[in-house]
């Protein structure tokens, strides 16, 4: 039916409800006197009147029946009292006589007429109209609250989701046993295993966007024990802001295991050095970089330059800054770190006053087999754009560092550590304030193990693990940046700040969760072997070298490490020495790495200790 048509149809249907019940309250009332019928049909007419008015202002009429609620219930019974107690006022007025049974039968009569039709209707579409296809998935929903509900309501009224729900998990003991749209809360979390397994649940979603992060750690390490695939549901307000329930629920990712609630940011800390500056990053293209961009865009300098070397990747950022932050001055420059002239006129051009270098060669058995290049970008690249920022007198120096730093075993590493003592000697004697911030792995980054590992298990396995017992501290993109740039707030010169990474992670713990909430069972469904350990790397990282001990600083996740004592002289006089052997053979170049770091082991595969 158009809607012009059913608009008149609803309208003239609870007319009459309203109507109809006052002569089934007229009837139902003994004691009205039977006589005045013109005074009468004036009561009935001036209720029909009402009535309407408080319908059409309510606008009940445009309301679809399929989704009658508690709202709708209330406005229904709003206009009942409405159209009963104003006639019946009026008649006490003009006549003297109260007949306060006829209004509550009124009342009563067209709440239940305007109603009834509404609920039939709505128990029918809930139950009959919607064909769920055959074979469909079984689900368990964690959370029986609103955020559960609603997923559950959606999946039962929507055709095209090919889920059931079949039952609630809550922690709240008053709701276990209880019906919520009809399915049972079957037990809380600690029963999730055993829920699973009586009624073959397929899917697990996770329906409480409001918990914290290490409550959601804790949920997914009971559901990962099962066979079912896990999905969670995301931040409610974003969810209500863009699609349907059931459509923006996602897989659960590595970044729910580690369980670590959002980072506390120092906001006018960060904004007193970075607003109304120029601002420059390298390696911006970059997975660390391009963060870096979208999070210091927020705090408005007057100006950002993208500073990289591969020009799709700057214009991949700056097409996406330029949409996100369309008033913001930007600038694009492609350099190469490495190319001392070039990086020279970019600071006498622009004269950035905050400089953040994350522009490295970062793979460690490229960076094995490739060792010169390692030490021209990751040294030498650093060299230059530190010494322009001390030439052009820019205020702030923050170089993005590893934990593959400390006592290394890599190229990688060892020109990193590099990288540090080359700024911390030039902080000695600049007005820039140079500092280094040093952090493990993150995930999602190009090339780094998370991606490799869905990739693996798309393809069916197996899934490949160099050793064991190697362990990694990990850290989201977008929670490294931020407390790189909160870093940069406590810069008094020469520090390391090393962030708190949390707890480590075995990487063969990493690749079962992984295979387990992608929905298989690891060396069942998807094998996962052993490579062995490459060239370069170590069982485990560490973040503190010996000389550097630690002391906190007004965040609670950034630490610092004592700035070392190193003799600049000494030290330009090595880092010549390297530029000579460039071109030999790489034990040689290996050798000048050994007597510039000390502690750096040229063992290739080792494990540290």
């Known amino acids: 039916m158009r809607a012009h048509y059913r608009t008149k149809v609803i309208v003239a249907g609870d007319l009459a409800a309203v109507l109809a019940s006052f002569a089934i309250a007229f009837a139902l009332e003994p004691s009205v006197p ?167 649940i397929d899917e697990i979603i996770i329906a409480m966007p409001s918990v914290s992060k290490t409550q959601i750690s804790e949920l997914v390490n009971l559901c990962k024990t099962t066979k079912a695939k896990l999905k969670i549901v995301p931040d409610l307000q974003d969810m209500i802001d863009n ?148 030439a052009y007198g820019a205020e702030r120096f923050v170089l993005i560092s590893t934990d593959k730093a400390v006592n290394p075993t890599s190229v990688m590493g060892t020109t990193k550590r590099i990288a540090e003592m080359f700024i911390q000697s030039l902080d000695m004697h600049s007005n820039t304030k140079f500092v280094a911030v040093r952090f493990g792995n993150v995930l999602g980054s190009r090339g780094s193990v998370i991606p490799r590992f869905k990739e693996q298990i798309v393809k069916g396995g197996p899934v490949t693990v160099t050793h064991p017992e190697m362990v990694r501290y990990f850290m989201t993109i977008p929670e490294a940046v931020q407390l790189v740039i909160q870093a940069g707030s406590f810069a008094q010169g020469g520090e390391v700040f090393i962030l708190d990474m949390g707890k480590p992670v075995k990487i063969y713990d990493l690749a079962v969760d992984l295979i387990r909430l992608s929905g298989y069972e690891p060396h069942v469904d998807i094998d996962i072997t052993f490579s062995g350990m490459r060239e370069g790397e170590k069982l485990y990282e560490e973040l503190l070298t010996n000389e550097e001990g630690l002391s906190s600083t007004k965040h609670n996740r950034i630490f610092i490490g004592r700035p070392a004592q190193l003799n600049r002289k000494e030290l330009d006089f090595e880092i010549r020495k390297m530029e000579k052997v460039l071109g030999q053979h790489p034990d040689d170049i290996r050798a000048v790495l050994q007597h510039l770091v000390p502690t750096y082991r040229n063992g290739g595969a080792t494990a540290a200790g």
């Open 34 to 200: 039977q006589g005045g019928a013109v005074a009468w049909l004036a009561y009935g007419a001036l209720a029909a009147v009402v009535g309407f008015w408080r319908l059409h202002r309510l606008r009940l009429h445009r309301r679809i029946w399929q989704y009658t609620g508690i709202s709708d219930m209330l406005c229904l019974l709003q206009v009942s009292l409405i159209s009963a107690v104003v006639p019946f006022a009026a008649w006490w007025v003009m006549q003297g006589e109260a007949h306060p049974l006829l209004m509550l039968h009124h009342a009563a009569g067209t709440f239940l007429l305007l109603t009834a039709p509404r609920l039939a209707w709505r128990i029918f579409c809930d139950k009959y109209s919607v064909s769920k296809p055959a074979g469909g998935r079984r689900a368990l929903i964690i959370g029986a609250g609103s955020c559960g509900t609603m997923i559950a309501k959606e999946m039962m009224q929507n055709d095209g989701v090919s889920v059931t729900p079949v039952g609630f998990i809550d922690d709240d003991p008053y709701k276990h046993q209880m019906d919520v749209l009809g399915l049972q809360v079957l037990g809380n979390r600690h029963e999730i295993a055993c829920v699973v397994e009586s009624h073959h």
């Open 243 to 390: 699609r349907g329930a059931a459509g923006r629920m996602r897989d659960v990712s590595v970044e729910d295991l580690l369980g670590r609630d959002p980072i506390r940011t120092d906001l006018e800390h960060i904004a007193g050095y970075v607003q109304e500056k120029v601002v420059l990053v390298t390696g911006a293209g970059g997975s660390i970089g391009s963060e870096l961009c979208r999070q210091i865009a927020p705090f408005a300098p007057s100006k950002l330059l993208l500073l990289g070397h591969g020009e799709n990747s700057i214009y991949t950022i700056e097409m996406e800054m330029r949409g996100m932050f369309p008033h913001l001055p930007i600038e694009t420059v492609i350099a190469d770190v490495q190319d001392r002239t070039r990086i020279d006129s970019v600071f006498a051009k622009f004269k950035p006053q905050v400089v953040f270098h994350a522009a490295a060669h970062k793979h460690v058995p490229l960076m094995e087999r490739n060792p010169a290049e390692a030490i021209k970008n990751n040294v030498f690249g650093t060299k230059n754009v530190a010494e322009c920022a001390d």
